[in-house]
């Protein structure tokens, strides 16, 4: 299992920028698949963006496609979220999961998780 700390999280005006970080301890992170997701109060947990062990393959969700990227950096073992036009309905709890099987969308086709970094977008 990969150990995942979120950093990055905090209060934006809509508009703004944000840069979300996860450092990755344990296995060998650069065989993980990774992936961003949030939740918002009452609702359920959400898919964000998700990238490939390389960082050759990414993909968004259409409410962030155009404003976030996804990115990592294996030699540091980081995976990041840039959060650009950030809206109010972004605020949420941001997770980073990691995977060794699958490559989807979906929070159970992830075996590990950070424990969340706080977004808040003020309108």
């Known amino acids: 299992q990969v150990q995942l700390i979120e950093s990055g999280g905090g209060l934006v005006q809509a508009g703004g920028s944000l840069r979300l970080s996860c450092a990755a301890s344990?296995?060998?992170?650069?065989?993980?698949?990774m992936g961003w997701f949030r939740q918002a109060p009452g609702k359920e947990r959400e898919f964000v963006a998700r990238?490939?062990?390389?960082?050759?393959?990414?993909y968004y969700a259409d409410s962030v496609k155009g404003r976030f990227a996804i990115s990592r950096d294996n030699a540091k073992n980081t995976l990041y979220l840039r959060m650009n036009s950030l809206k109010p309905e972004d605020t949420a709890v941001y997770y980073c999961?990691?995977?060794?099987?699958?490559?989807?969308?979906?929070?159970?086709?992830?075996?590990?998780w950070g424990q969340g970094t706080q977004v808040t977008v003020s309108s």
């Open positions: 344990g296995r060998t992170f650069s065989s993980y698949y």
């Open positions: 999961a990691a995977s060794q099987t699958y490559f989807g969308s979906d929070p159970a086709d992830y075996g590990s």
């Open positions: 990238i490939s062990w390389s960082g050759g393959r990414t």
